[in-house]
């Protein structure tokens, strides 16, 4: 069965390029026959790794294609998915499989609510990877994957292909915890790194700062039925900061860069949770506040 894979950035490339290395058959979805041009022109995906470049010529279609999908990789952006999923709806075979790998909370329920004939698999990831250049994509760490739904269901057959692939995924039969865990994380580093221009470790020097966010969040967690996500999550902050201090969080680069971030499935996310439940959580909704504030100024949505 073909993977189509939608999103030729980071996570989405380096799946893209391990399904091709492994010879299994992939389909990359563009955007338009603009962006179909300019992927063809550059030979395809380059996918680099430990210094070493190869460009894969990997077929691929535009949104607009009619070949039906059954199984997809949906790697878009978090405020993309929606309209991604809406305007695929038409190709998805009735017996479609579509794992969601976005950043945050919130989308993929977007997405299963505009797609009810699918089976919508949640998924989470500690792989790291970045954009070079257009169609390249650089892997930068190795990590793990997490794949569930919700309500859990049996695993797909197809995980032994993506081991084939050497991207290692585990099954869950509780996502939303790894999920609500890594929403924690990014809540409590992407945010003070923009605000205050840094590196990851440059927020040791803050460190009463992101204790208090995470006993907030921890919080957050526990109100929200997570509670083994809460636990020792100040902690695995400290330990992230320490480990990733050479690096710059996503959300900063994406704002040094005038990009859109993902701020409204992540720390909003969040303080919407907190709202609906009725928790004063002042560290985090000042944060946010902070944040909003700080993105107006760039000219960036807040959204």
């Not at 793990?144 to 050497?166: F, I, K, N, R, Y």
């Not at 915890?177 to 020097?205: D, E, H, M, S």
């Not at 999550?233 to 990733?244: G, S």
Request: hydrophobic content about 50%; proline content about 4%.
């Amino acid at each position: 069965m073909t993977w189509h894979v939608l999103g030729a950035g980071s996570l989405g490339g380096i799946w893209a390029a391990r399904l091709a290395l492994a010879g299994l058959p992939l389909s990359l979805l563009l955007r338009d026959e603009r962006r179909l041009a300019q992927f063809q022109a550059a030979g395809g995906l380059t996918f680099e790794q430990d210094g070493r470049c190869q460009t894969l010529p990997i077929a691929a279609e535009t949104l607009a294609a009619t070949t039906p999908i059954r199984r997809l990789l949906l790697a878009s952006k978090a405020y993309d998915a929606a309209a991604v999923a809406r305007a695929l709806r038409p190709r998805l075979a009735a017996d479609a499989e579509v794992i969601l790998l976005q950043n945050g909370l919130g989308s993929q329920d977007e997405v299963a609510a505009l797609l009810p004939q699918a089976r919508c698999l949640f998924a989470s990831s500690t792989e790291g990877a970045f954009r070079r250049a257009d169609f390249h994509v650089v892997f930068a760490g190795t990590g793990h994957t997490w794949l569930g739904s919700v309500p859990a269901t049996p695993a797909p057959d197809w995980l032994d292909e993506l081991a084939q692939a050497q991207i290692p995924v585990s099954w869950t039969a509780d996502i939303l915890a790894r999920l609500w865990r890594k929403l924690a994380l990014n809540c409590a580093i992407n945010p003070l790194t923009v605000l205050y221009g840094c590196r990851n470790g440059g927020l040791q020097a803050h460190a009463d700062e992101v204790a208090a966010l995470c006993r907030e969040l921890a919080e957050l967690l526990v109100a929200c039925g997570q509670a083994s996500a809460a636990s020792g999550l100040q902690a695995e902050v400290a330990q992230v900061i320490a480990a990733t201090a050479a690096n710059y969080s996503s959300m900063y680069q994406d704002v040094a860069a005038g990009r859109r971030t993902e701020i409204a499935y992540l720390l909003g996310h969040a303080c919407r949770e907190a709202a609906r439940r009725q928790l004063a959580l002042p560290h985090l909704q000042t944060l946010e506040g902070r944040l909003r504030s700080h993105l107006a100024s760039r000219g960036l949505p807040q959204d």
